[in-house]
């Protein structure tokens, strides 16, 4: 059976796209640590662990994942772009971009600004067109 993720990059499941080539997707995360929170995920691998990936799925993704980070680093104000991979709750591989002013916006246990679909999809556009520039 399709994951979650799998059923989002091939729209069966809406998102905020934030950025897609033939292998990989990025989409907003729906309940974000800070505006911008982005999951890069590959799009027809599902093993749940990032490590299990082939050598090259593996390169891909953390090559794809770079070019959102500077897409979200150009548009969404912050300091820096950090870096996450948990897989706790999805069981597909996923790496966790988040828009960082401190490091306390890293912490997956705080609890989360409210940041409407109105703004989620300005920001996912934003990062979007950031993407299709590079
Ligand atoms: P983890 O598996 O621990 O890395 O966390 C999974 C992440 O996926 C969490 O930050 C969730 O908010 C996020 N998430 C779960 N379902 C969706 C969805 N349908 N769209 C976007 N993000 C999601």
């Given at each position: 059976?399709a994951?979650?993720f799998t059923r989002?990059a091939?729209?069966?499941?809406?998102?905020?796209k934030c950025?897609?080539d033939e292998?990989?997707?990025?989409f907003?995360?729906?309940?974000?640590?800070?505006p911008?929170?982005t999951?890069v995920?590959?799009k027809?691998?599902?093993?749940?662990?990032?490590?299990n990936?082939?050598?090259?799925t593996?390169?891909?993704l953390?090559?794809?994942?770079r070019?959102?980070?500077?897409?979200?680093?150009a548009?969404?104000?912050c300091?820096?772009?950090?870096?996450?991979v948990?897989?706790?709750?999805?069981?597909?591989?996923h790496?966790?971009?988040?828009?960082l002013?401190?490091?306390?916006?890293?912490?997956?246990?705080?609890?989360r600004?409210?940041?409407?679909?109105?703004?989620?999809?300005?920001?996912?556009?934003?990062?979007?067109?950031?993407y299709?520039?590079?």
């Amino acid at each position: 059976m399709a994951t979650i993720f799998t059923r989002i990059a091939s729209g069966e499941i809406p998102s905020f796209k934030c950025a897609e080539d033939e292998n990989y997707y990025a989409f907003l995360d729906i309940n974000p640590l800070a505006p911008g929170h982005t999951l890069v995920i590959p799009k027809h691998i599902e093993d749940d662990y990032i490590f299990n990936l082939d050598e090259s799925t593996y390169q891909g993704l953390w090559a794809f994942a770079r070019k959102v980070a500077l897409a979200i680093k150009a548009t969404v104000p912050c300091k820096r772009v950090g870096v996450a991979v948990l897989g706790m709750e999805v069981p597909h591989t996923h790496i966790h971009l988040v828009p960082l002013q401190s490091e306390g916006d890293m912490d997956f246990r705080k609890s989360r600004p409210v940041v409407t679909d109105e703004e989620k999809k300005q920001i996912a556009e934003s990062i979007l067109k950031e993407y299709e520039k590079l």
